[in-house]
């Protein structure tokens, strides 16, 4: 049933709750979006989006034009589902999947066009990747950066690696086009998973692939890494399909806390 306008709208008011209530379907708004979707002139929607992020309710991404959800409207969106905390549900499934598959796994997620590492479990061989929690690295040049890279349209491509220049490099076997990181990231979608063979480290090799929310969206991405000579082409199936059970473990945890 449609609900009854209030007796004494205020427009603005009105304006700044609906675009919030964009963030519930699309990770990240622009300009053009909001004043389409509000039906008002980009002046006032340049004056919304100025308000709330003033308030951390959106932040503009650095260098970027489009805007997400900021940490005043994440705060609320965690305390509506007890405070969830992706860390905190998915650190005993990172700990049970770095024994399982014998190597550090990470919980990563986009920053930009980079992708921060959230937290990790190492494996207890003494030769082993250690943990990058806390680092950022550029997402082309990681598997949970490209596992998360191939969920975007090629607009938000565009924005984070404009065609024609050059991509940022970790080693000489990162990719430096971004022809060749359209060309990867076709093959990521095709086959479901991502790697990494010596792109952020000269030895290290890496799988990962997406955790999903109710909706379907990426929201953050469980990679397995390895010395470079311990985890050949053949032995990456295996790996991919237990991070893949690790993650669909971490999305009914997740929805299971949203629905209770």
Sequence with gaps: MQKELPAYPIS???????????????????????S??????????????????????????????????GPALVDIGFAAVRNMDIRTHARPILEALAEEVEETVHLAQLEGNKVRYLDAAECSRILRVAARTGQLLPANCTATGKALLAELSTEHLDELFPPGKRLPTSTRHSESSRKALDAELSRVREQGYATNTRESDEDIV??????RNARGTAIAAINASSPA???????????????????RQLEEILAGIVDG
């Excluded at 009105?14 to 964009?22: E, F, G, I, W, Y």
């Excluded at 890496?206 to 955790?211: E, I, K, L, R």
């Design 12 to 34: 603005s008011v009105d304006n700044a709750l609906r675009l919030l209530l964009m963030f519930r379907d699309r990770q990240r708004l622009r300009l053009s979006d909001v």
């Design 36 to 69: 389409a979707s509000l039906d008002v002139a980009h002046s006032t929607a340049h004056r919304l989006l100025a308000m709330l992020a003033y308030h951390d309710f959106v932040r503009q991404e650095p260098n970027l034009r489009t805007y997400i959800a």
């Design 206 to 211: 890496s799988v990962a692939t997406v955790v």
């Design 229 to 247: 000579t311990r985890l050949p082409k053949k032995k990456q199936l295996q790996v991919v399909r237990q991070l893949q059970s690790g993650a």
